[in-house]
């Protein structure tokens, strides 16, 4: 009898000790954690695969809801690192007392998108201006908090960067005459690598894989009628000759006004032509007209024409 008393008390006095262990749950003293959740920088929309750290040591990574669990060794001060090959690394420091289960939401600056990015070259003969090479260097990119969360565009050429600009929506383009290229000509791209760099307006930057200039059409397409001043009807037809590159083309022509003491102005473009004559879609009114052709292969580079003028007359003869 005497013996079961002690237990009993001895079990009541040890039920009535005070909790200290730090591993048990119950005890006012247990060790801290954190809940948290990584979610996108303007909203809820959760973001998965981020890896999170403690005093920079691994944790966690968040799962498809963008949540994670933090089990601290003390309490007191800590920094939360975040980072992730989509998002742009934040950094927080948050302070838990033995005891807390804190929570903890991070916004986070998803990366700018590069959709693709291409490099033309442009090859332009002119009546007026002589003969011109340029480089086109063009990208479409988003960035997934916002179309106008991106704030620059830039491409390395050579040892230059150059500034793109927006042309529509998520598309930027710079046009680069030659000299401006590494060895002062067209040519000397070819081989030489170009990079993108796109950056949002939090310090974002996303960079591209190296592109290629693939070709320079050297050769003119050559326009057949109506050249030279000849006079036409409203609608009339525009013929050149095929352009025998050894590759795949096709073509763009650019119908242009040309009124005497006036700049010209673009009225007709058609591209994606496979025969060598284009018919004028709309009937022209008196006056002077000339036209262009492009033969373009099937990486957008390009080579074009001299001006062809044209009149039409009132009377269609």
Same mark, same amino acid.
């Given at each position: 009898?005497?013996?079961?008393?002690?237990?009993?008390?001895?079990?009541?006095?040890?039920?009535?000790?005070?909790?200290?262990?730090?591993?048990?749950?119950?005890?006012?003293?247990?060790?801290?954690?954190?809940?948290?959740?990584?979610?996108?920088?303007?909203?809820?929309?959760?973001?998965?695969?981020?890896?999170?750290?403690?005093?920079?040591?691994?944790?966690?990574?968040?799962?498809?809801?963008?949540?994670?669990?933090?089990?601290?060794?003390?309490?007191?001060?800590?920094?939360?690192?975040?980072?992730?090959?989509?998002?742009?690394?934040?950094?927080?420091?948050?302070?838990?007392?033995?005891?807390?289960?804190?929570?903890?939401?991070?916004?986070?600056?998803?990366?700018? %998108?590069?959709?693709?990015?291409?490099?033309?070259?442009?090859?332009?003969?002119?009546? %007026?201006?002589?003969?011109?090479?340029?480089?086109?260097?063009?990208?479409?990119?988003?960035?997934?908090?916002?179309?106008?969360?991106?704030?620059?565009?830039?491409?390395?050429?050579?040892?230059?960067?150059?500034?793109?600009?927006?042309?529509?929506?998520?598309?930027?383009?710079?046009?680069?005459?030659?000299?401006?290229?590494?060895?002062?000509?067209?040519?000397?791209?070819?081989?030489?690598?170009?990079?993108?760099? %796109?950056?949002?307006?939090?310090?974002?930057?996303?960079?591209?894989?190296? %592109?290629?200039?693939?070709?320079?059409?050297?050769?003119?397409?050559?326009?057949?009628?109506?050249?030279?001043?000849?006079?036409?009807?409203?609608?009339?037809?525009?013929? /050149?000759?095929?352009?025998?590159?050894?590759?795949?083309?096709?073509?763009?022509?650019?119908?242009?006004?040309?009124?005497?003491?006036?700049?010209?102005?673009?009225?007709?473009?058609?591209?994606?032509?496979?025969?060598?004559?284009?018919?004028?879609?709309?009937?022209?009114?008196?006056?002077?007209?000339? /036209?262009?052709?492009?033969?373009?292969?099937?990486?957008?580079?390009?080579?074009?024409?001299?001006?062809?003028?044209?009149?039409?007359?009132?009377?269609?003869?």
């Amino acid at each position: 009898m005497w013996r079961i008393f002690v237990f009993v008390a001895a079990f009541l006095i040890a039920g009535c000790a005070p909790r200290d262990n730090p591993y048990d749950p119950l005890s006012p003293y247990r060790l801290p954690s954190i809940r948290g959740r990584i979610v996108n920088l303007r909203g809820d929309t959760p973001l998965p695969n981020v890896t999170v750290e403690v005093d920079s040591q691994f944790v966690d990574v968040s799962d498809a809801q963008g949540e994670f669990e933090i089990r601290l060794d003390v309490p007191g001060q800590h920094t939360i690192n975040a980072s992730g090959e989509d998002v742009m690394a934040f950094d927080t420091s948050i302070t838990v007392e033995p005891g807390d289960d804190a929570t903890l939401t991070i916004h986070m600056d998803q990366l700018p %998108v590069i959709e693709s990015v291409a490099l033309n070259s442009i090859h332009i003969a002119s009546t %007026v201006y002589g003969e011109q090479y340029f480089l086109n260097v063009s990208c479409r990119t988003e960035d997934p908090d916002g179309e106008y969360e991106i704030d620059s565009v830039t491409a390395q050429v050579g040892t230059r960067v150059f500034m793109l600009e927006r042309v529509e929506g998520d598309s930027f383009l710079k046009t680069l005459p030659e000299s401006l290229l590494p060895q002062g000509t067209i040519h000397g791209m070819i081989g030489n690598p170009v990079t993108i760099d %796109v950056v949002d307006i939090h310090g974002g930057k996303r960079r591209s894989l190296p %592109v290629y200039l693939t070709r320079v059409i050297s050769d003119v397409p050559i326009g057949i009628s109506p050249i030279g001043g000849h006079f036409t009807g409203p609608t009339p037809t525009l013929i /050149w000759n095929e352009f025998d590159a050894g590759f795949p083309v096709s073509y763009e022509v650019e119908l242009y006004t040309a009124p005497i003491g006036q700049p010209p102005a673009l009225i007709e473009h058609a591209t994606g032509l496979t025969d060598t004559t284009y018919t004028v879609a709309d009937s022209l009114s008196q006056g002077y007209y000339y /036209w262009v052709v492009f033969v373009v292969d099937n990486f957008g580079n390009k080579s074009r024409s001299v001006e062809y003028l044209f009149v039409v007359q009132s009377n269609g003869k």
